[in-house]
């Protein structure tokens, strides 16, 4: 087939996130089985305009502010001058609305819906604009097959009004290459939790700080690494420093893939306090390295974490519970043993190749619906 795929970013925009990693681990594996795929984007700073990676032809056109209204006329364009049989529409911020203005089968992906979770994030105005964006998603794609990464994913969409019918459901996979357990690597020295990501005022993250000053009167000697970067770093530094904790949390900003594993493995639990997630594919990563999770018990999270087996949930901005579940696995090391045993059995239901297989047969499907 000859593929177009349509997504805000690229896996190397310096804002790509899990989003991108899911659409880019599927359509590579899509390509290495002969199939030619055209990924349509936005730009960035130093970014080249077109360029091929994996064998997958990127185009990047405006930037993350302007590319839904500049899209459109572009995707004409390339629908135009190119044969596509299939359009994979990566829903991750505002919808494209694509059924406007283009025809040709489409397969609606969807890793997560802001709804008004994007209130938490951003000024009122802004999210005003990005929810009422959301809003015509139903109407608009309805009679279109959407794939999610989550049980979560589908259930909100499909209370929105879209047919379960039309509702495939594929986990993300892992790279079990990359992300694997190595008995020979030991844990810091020191009591050490855990956050990667983006940082964002959405994920949460002061709440993890606030868990862990109140966590530092029972356990002093314990530290938090925070790693990744975000608009929301600065008034987090600021937050710990009104704690009185700065001096215990090491922001260690953006980290190579070699050193991430290194904290994954390294670390004794890691944490994502997140509002909403698509699935949570750090939670799986950190499970692959040895480590237990805790994560909120939030759409998408629940999905990828399975309580008291892998790690815990904690009730969305009970700092009161994430502390207590913070404490137990650092200082019983018989439960962070079976969770960290447990993690690496769940892993194994996990898989990048599954997941493609899977992905391409719904696509194909899309395709020969015509």
Same mark, same amino acid.
């Given at each position: 087939?000859?593929?177009?795929?349509?997504? *805000?970013?690229?896996?190397?925009?310096?804002?790509?996130?899990?989003?991108?990693?899911?659409?880019?681990?599927?359509?590579?594996?899509?390509?290495?089985?002969?199939?030619?795929?055209?990924? =349509?984007?936005?730009?960035?700073?130093?970014?080249?305009?077109?360029?091929? /990676?994996?064998?997958?032809?990127?185009?990047?056109?405006?930037?993350?502010?302007?590319?839904?209204?500049?899209?459109?006329?572009?995707?004409?364009?390339?629908?135009?001058?190119?044969?596509?049989? +299939?359009?994979?529409? $990566? %829903?991750?911020?505002?919808?494209?609305?694509?059924?406007?203005?283009?025809? %040709?089968?489409?397969? !609606?992906? !969807?890793?997560?819906? =802001?709804?008004?979770?994007?209130?938490?994030?951003?000024?009122?105005?802004?999210?005003?604009?990005?929810?009422?964006?959301?809003?015509?998603?139903?109407?608009?794609?309805?009679?279109?097959?959407?794939? @999610? /990464?989550?049980?979560? #994913?589908?259930? $909100?969409?499909?209370?929105?009004? /879209?047919?379960?019918?039309?509702?495939?459901?594929?986990?993300?996979? %892992?790279?079990?290459?990359?992300?694997?357990?190595?008995?020979? @690597?030991?844990? =810091?020295?020191?009591?050490?939790?855990?956050?990667?990501? &983006?940082?964002?005022?959405?994920?949460? !993250?002061?709440?993890?700080?606030?868990?862990?000053?109140?966590?530092?009167?029972?356990?002093?000697?314990?530290?938090?690494?925070?790693?990744? #970067?975000?608009?929301?770093?600065?008034?987090?530094?600021?937050?710990?420093?009104?704690?009185?904790?700065?001096?215990? /949390?090491?922001?260690?900003?953006?980290?190579?893939?070699?050193?991430? !594993?290194?904290?994954?493995?390294?670390?004794?639990?890691?944490?994502?306090?997140?509002?909403?997630?698509? *699935?949570?594919?750090?939670?799986?990563?950190?499970?692959?390295?040895?480590?237990? @999770?805790?994560?909120?018990?939030?759409?998408?999270?629940?999905?990828?974490?399975?309580?008291?087996?892998?790690?815990?949930?904690?009730?969305?901005?009970?700092?009161?519970?994430?502390?207590?579940?913070?404490?137990?696995?650092? &200082?019983?090391?018989?439960?962070?043993?079976?969770?960290?045993?447990?993690?690496?059995? *769940? @892993?194994?239901?996990?898989? *990048?190749? #599954?997941?493609?297989?899977?992905?391409?047969? +719904?696509?194909?499907?899309?395709?020969?619906?015509?």
């Amino acid at each position: 087939m000859n593929i177009l795929a349509l997504n *805000w970013q690229d896996l190397t925009n310096p804002m790509a996130g899990g989003a991108e990693v899911h659409l880019e681990e599927l359509l590579t594996r899509i390509v290495s089985k002969g199939h030619e795929v055209t990924l =349509f984007c936005s730009g960035y700073d130093g970014c080249k305009p077109e360029e091929t /990676i994996n064998g997958i032809k990127i185009i990047r056109r405006g930037n993350r502010y302007n590319f839904n209204w500049i899209a459109p006329r572009s995707l004409r364009r390339l629908v135009k001058d190119n044969n596509y049989d +299939v359009m994979v529409e $990566d %829903i991750n911020k505002i919808p494209f609305y694509t059924p406007l203005y283009l025809k %040709i089968p489409t397969l !609606v992906v !969807v890793p997560h819906l =802001f709804s008004t979770t994007v209130f938490r994030e951003i000024n009122a105005l802004l999210g005003l604009y990005i929810y009422l964006f959301e809003k015509p998603l139903v109407p608009i794609y309805r009679g279109r097959k959407f794939n @999610v /990464i989550s049980e979560s #994913t589908a259930g $909100d969409i499909a209370r929105r009004g /879209i047919p379960e019918s039309d509702i495939s459901v594929i986990h993300c996979g %892992i790279d079990s290459e990359l992300y694997n357990f190595d008995p020979g @690597v030991r844990k =810091f020295e020191k009591p050490t939790i855990l956050y990667l990501g &983006r940082i964002k005022k959405y994920k949460s !993250v002061q709440h993890l700080i606030t868990a862990f000053a109140d966590l530092l009167k029972e356990l002093p000697d314990a530290e938090l690494k925070i790693v990744g #970067t975000g608009d929301y770093a600065g008034q987090l530094m600021a937050l710990a420093g009104k704690l009185k904790i700065r001096h215990k /949390i090491d922001f260690a900003g953006f980290v190579s893939q070699k050193e991430k !594993v290194h904290y994954l493995r390294r670390s004794h639990v890691a944490v994502c306090p997140s509002s909403k997630e698509g *699935w949570g594919l750090t939670n799986i990563e950190a499970n692959a390295c040895g480590t237990a @999770v805790i994560a909120a018990d939030a759409p998408g999270l629940r999905d990828s974490v399975a309580n008291d087996r892998t790690g815990f949930l904690f009730q969305y901005a009970n700092i009161g519970q994430l502390t207590e579940k913070l404490l137990t696995i650092l &200082r019983d090391n018989e439960t962070r043993a079976r969770l960290e045993k447990g993690g690496l059995e *769940w @892993v194994k239901n996990f898989s *990048w190749d #599954t997941a493609a297989d899977k992905f391409l047969d +719904v696509l194909e499907g899309v395709a020969s619906r015509g």
